[in-house]
């Protein structure tokens, strides 16, 4: 199974200028720590918004009743992005046999990408 999004970059800088509370509505407090490392966040924040996109395209079970924050992407040792499942995203998961999730993360000046691959079984 494969789900992809795309952001527009600026898109969600404005949304967020607009209305503050959206990053810690859509985003997890460790998400916004990393990203608020960089001398740009936005870039990596929308990056994080497009993998929840492609998440929900990924399979029906994360469509519905999913908030923000059951899904984190989180970042290992050497740098790879991945997942960390929370409540209701963790239960569809394992209910629909979903056993590995990929994922990779892209961005240019004005936008940013995210590829999430499954497997099941």
């Known amino acids: ?5 795309i952001v527009d970059i600026d898109r969600l800088r404005r949304a967020v200028a607009r209305t503050p509370r959206l990053l810690p509505r859509v985003f997890t ?3 916004i720590d990393y990203c608020f490392r960089k001398r ?9 918004f497009a993998a ?10 994360f469509i519905a009743g999913i908030r923000f924050h059951d899904t984190e992407v989180v970042v290992d040792a050497e740098g790879r992005p991945g997942w960390a499942l929370h409540g209701n995203a963790l239960e569809k998961s394992r209910a629909a046999g979903i056993s590995q999730i990929e994922l990779s993360l892209s961005h240019s000046r004005e ?5 999430v691959i499954a497997k099941k079984g």
């Open 29 to 31: 407090d460790r998400e």
């Open 1 to 5: 199974m494969i789900g992809i999004d």
């Open 40 to 48: 740009d966040p936005f870039p990596s924040l929308a990056a994080r």
């Open 52 to 61: 929840r996109e492609a998440l929900r395209k990924l399979d029906q079970v």
């Open 111 to 115: 936008q940013a990408v995210a590829v």
